[in-house]
């Protein structure tokens, strides 16, 4: 299978602060992830955003729990 012809969006949200487990208070993006971003394949940026859903979904369960 061919790689996407369409580059795959950065969530960037343009607030770039990080907490203290390195992760962007904006898009949850480690700074290794945002640091490698531009040179990442579309399958790789592809697989940062389920770690982004991962770590949201993580964060809602500790707010209701």
Known sequence: MTEQST??????????????????IACRRSGMEIAEW??????????VYGLIRERELADQKKRSG
């Not at 531009?38 to 697989?47: H, T, W």
């Open 7 to 24: 580059p795959v969006r950065s969530p960037c949200t343009g607030v770039c602060a990080l907490d203290e487990q390195d992760l962007c």
């Open 38 to 47: 531009g040179v990442m394949s579309n399958a790789q940026k592809l697989g």
